[in-house]
């Protein structure tokens, strides 16, 4: 931000913990209710996969996959329980949380008495909601319409340039990286099939919730819905099975 001279420029910033942070969220509605969000959802399963290799990438032990069902220590955030990820889109106070609702949470009785007790009063902050899929569509004419669907909701008067694609995470040299590939981990592998499964699980409920709730509201945006709705119902589709076989 340093680096723009003064002048009308947009500036952003880029947090996915405060997505999960009650705090970082009521303090947006509070002080920023103008600042417009976005948030990308992923298949969980492709998420997990991601995320697992993300840290290992970056030189930090962990548990094998089979055993991060919940957050414990040393899971470094990653577990199964993490992908609920419906639990951090309700704080932003979009939905009524009401009985029916309230059912997408049972699960998690900590996270629904945090809901209840602290969510925004406000609900500002319009939120422009997409699937990471979305970023690497190779249908022009719907990479075309994210991008005009994202200027309109910036309200810019330039056309958006071309999704960028960088992939994170700490550079080692040749060595080094085949030791840190060997422990990464390839979801679709048969002795994962188990942990995919309780993912399908997660992924049902976050779908259901999302378009039966969260899309409801006038504040989230969506860009070409009907594919994006596509999308969504495919987390509770394992995406390691290609026509009933192993996907390579």
Known sequence: MKGLPEGPYLRGYKSPTDVEDQRAINKLDEHYPKTKLFVGLRHPVKWFESFYNYRI???????????????RTGSR???????????????????????TEMEFFSYDKNVFRDMTEHRPTKKAN?????????????????????RED???????NE????VLHYSPGHKVNETE??????KKIHICEQNYAEHRQKLLVVGERVAR?????????????????????????????DPCLQNGTMAS
């Open 57 to 71: 990438q970056n030189g930090l032990d962990l548990p094998p996959a089979q055993e991060l069902e919940f957050i």
């Open 77 to 99: 955030g990653v577990s199964i329980e993490r992908a609920n990820f419906h639990s951090s889109l309700v704080r932003f106070g979009k939905t009524p949380l009401d009985e």
């Open 126 to 146: 319009p939120i422009f909601l997409y699937d990471t899929d979305q970023l690497g569509d190779k249908n022009g004419t719907r990479s075309l319409q994210l």
């Open 150 to 156: 994202i200027q309109a909701f910036l309200n810019l």
């Open 159 to 162: 056309s958006m340039p071309s």
């Open 177 to 182: 990286q085949i030791k840190i590939d060997s």
């Open 209 to 237: 919730w999302v378009e039966d709730y969260f899309l409801k509201s006038s504040d989230v945006v969506l860009s070409d819905r009907e594919h994006f709705l596509e999308i969504l119902s495919s987390y509770s589709k």
